[in-house]
């Protein structure tokens, strides 16, 4: 047998020797857990740049080489052959589903997708002009005082439909919130169609509209929720973890996970991408002014889509959306001045040196608001559409983490370095 791999600390004038734990693709950690109880240390690493938080058997990155699988399979081979529900399926239950699986599995999905009634009054009591993330994250975490929430010691029962309650009204939740904001009426979701028949159907047919699906538009949909669906420890994944370490229930889990995604470092990047497109447009299409600012360091700017925490390559789910833009957009007079745009920022990003020496490549965000916009959705829902895509990931990861046996609370220690200890001075003698 080889002999397993170990590291040596030298620390406080004593050698610890550590355990390095290798994954199935061969990416390597030291395990640290006895570093404090053997020397006092302990780690520091903002931005958890170089901490692995857990071993995970769901999803795989390659950032170097722009490799993303989950449960194995390549995400280009997924995006051409499978569908949003299967790939859900594959996430939750580590394969690929068979005819009456999926069949079950798309069952439940339309037996869970109404909303109970009562929950749509709360519709009216947010602002008009409400960000439907907001009104998303607090109608999932609603969600727990309507539906039961997944008992911990029957999950394996009680998974499916928990997961399909989520995955098929969170949905409906964002469908209504849009139909809040034009003050349209809602339309409820129909057994007789899919996942993503049923999500356009909701979005966009009115009294007055008799939307007629498209199939090109419903797979444009579905290649793009696959794409979402899961991107192992990201900023809204962990917080869905660290929540729901404290076993709070899934929902508010979720709805934690979907408050960090809003972030515009984070899923909030695909919405400020096509404000930042316009922009440029509204200011004459001169794209050399926001490279420019981007590279200012006195600026707080940056290019919106580019960049990403592990792709140091171009991330593929952006080659595969990029492909697509072209293919939806075709059509679209109105919406080319932006696609030129995009393409002309892309390729002067790629020569620039200050983004070839950091590796800045654009990341899923860049492209994936231009085909929404394309299929009619509003920029402010877009941000509502990668929630709905990561929620199989979500959901994969809390079971993930609820079954693990070895899982504790996750709490981070810190290092302080604020006063020492100072005594209570009363009120009259403060300055
Ligand atoms: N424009 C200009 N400069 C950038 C950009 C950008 N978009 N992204 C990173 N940099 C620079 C940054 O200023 C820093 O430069 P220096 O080394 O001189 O200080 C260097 O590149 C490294 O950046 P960082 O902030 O240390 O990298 P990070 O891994 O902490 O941040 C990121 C990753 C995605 C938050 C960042 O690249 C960014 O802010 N991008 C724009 C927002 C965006 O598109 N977010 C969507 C991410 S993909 C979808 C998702 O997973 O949510």
Redesign the pocket.
């Known amino acids: 047998m080889a002999k397993k791999e170990k590291a040596k600390l030298i620390v406080g004038g004593r050698e610890l020797e550590l355990d390095v734990i290798v994954g199935s693709e061969g990416e390597r950690a030291i395990d640290i857990s006895r570093l404090r109880s053997e020397t006092g240390y302990i780690t520091l690493d903002e ?1 958890f740049m170089n901490t692995g938080s857990c071993t995970s058997d769901i999803t795989f990155i390659n950032g170097e080489e722009g490799v993303l699988r989950y449960r194995g399979y390549s995400i280009e081979d997924l995006c051409e052959h499978s569908t949003f529900t299967e790939v859900s399926y594959l996430l939750l239950h580590n394969r690929l589903p068979n005819l009456e699986q999926r069949e079950n599995f798309s069952r439940l999905l339309n037996e869970h997708s109404l909303l109970h009634e009562d929950m749509r009054h709360f519709y009216n009591n947010f602002p008009h002009d409400a960000h439907p993330m907001n009104i998303l994250g607090t109608m999932v975490n609603a969600m727990s005082s309507f539906y039961p929430n997944v008992d911990l010691l029957s999950m394996r029962d009680n998974i499916d439909m928990t997961a399909a309650r989520l995955l098929s009204k969170i949905r409906t939740i964002a469908c209504y919130a849009y139909k809040k904001t034009m003050g349209h009426p809602i339309v409820y979701p129909q057994k007789d169609f899919k996942y993503c028949e049923n999500f356009l159907r909701m979005m966009f047919w009115s009294p007055v509209n008799n939307y007629e699906l498209d199939a090109d538009r419903v797979r444009a949909l579905s290649v793009l929720l696959v794409l979402h669906a899961d ?1 192992e420890q ?1 900023c809204s994944t962990s917080t869905v973890r660290l929540v729901g370490s404290a076993h709070a229930n899934l929902y508010a889990s979720i709805s934690a996970g979907i408050s960090a995604l809003w972030g ?4 909030g ?1 695909n919405q400020a991408v096509i404000d930042m497109l316009e922009k440029i447009h509204r200011q004459g299409g001169d794209i050399k002014k926001f490279i420019a600012k ?2 200012d360091k006195k600026s707080s700017f ?8 592990v792709y140091k390559n171009y991330d593929p789910r952006a080659k595969i959306i990029k492909k697509m833009c072209s293919r939806v957009l075709e059509d679209e007079a109105e919406h080319q001045p932006l696609l030129d745009i995009a393409l002309r920022l892309e390729e002067a990003v790629l020569q620039d040196e200050y983004f070839i020496s ?1 590796k ?1 490549y654009p ?3 860049f492209y994936s608001g231009l085909v929404y916009m394309a299929l009619g959705f509003p920029t402010n829902m877009f941000t509502v559409l990668f929630a709905i895509g990561r929620m199989p990931g979500w959901i994969a990861h809390w079971k993930e983490m609820i079954q693990n046996p070895k899982a504790k609370i996750g709490r981070p220690r810190q290092i302080y370095t604020g006063s020492r200890q100072r005594d209570y001075v009363p009120i009259q003698q403060r300055s």
């Open positions: 931005g991107h990201n515009p470092l984070h899923g990047a981007a590279k940056r290019l919106s889509g580019f960049g990403h925490r950091r800045l990341n899923v965000d």
